[in-house]
Nanobody, 127 residues
């Protein structure tokens, strides 16, 4: 059973940058698309970004497009989310997850398509 661990969150000021990492263990995620989601306590989980299994295709929520970049290091089974020009409204717990479909080439945004959720990493952006 693949387990995911997110890291890299923290407290920053508006306009700053952070880079989140998501490391897989207990199995490989190299042939699966992966995604980042975020959630505020009491709210539904929100799609942020996703990347195809080979890294050739990405998808972003409109709210983060042109500010966030998703990438992956397949050799290390690691997923990244580089976040620039952070805003207070980006404050959330960020989660990574694995697409349940094998070798999807077009990333999807639907939360129901993902599994193996990590425990999350808190990102707080002060104004």
């Amino acid at each position: 059973q693949v387990q995911l661990v997110e890291s890299g969150g923290g407290l920053v000021q508006a306009g700053d940058s952070l880079k989140l990492s998501c490391t897989a263990s207990g199995g490989t995620v190299r042939i699966y698309a992966m995604g980042w989601f975020r959630q505020t306590l009491g709210m539904e989980r929100e799609f942020v970004a996703a990347i195809s299994w080979n890294g050739a295709s990405t998808r972003y929520a409109n709210s983060v497009k042109d500010r966030f970049t998703i990438s992956r290091d397949k050799d290390k089974d690691t997923l990244f989310l580089e976040m620039n020009s952070l805003k207070p409204e980006d404050t959330d717990v960020y989660y990574c997850a694995v697409d349940q479909q094998y070798a999807r080439t077009t990333p999807v945004a639907a939360e129901t398509q993902y599994a193996n959720w990590g425990q999350g990493t808190q990102v707080t952006v002060s104004s």
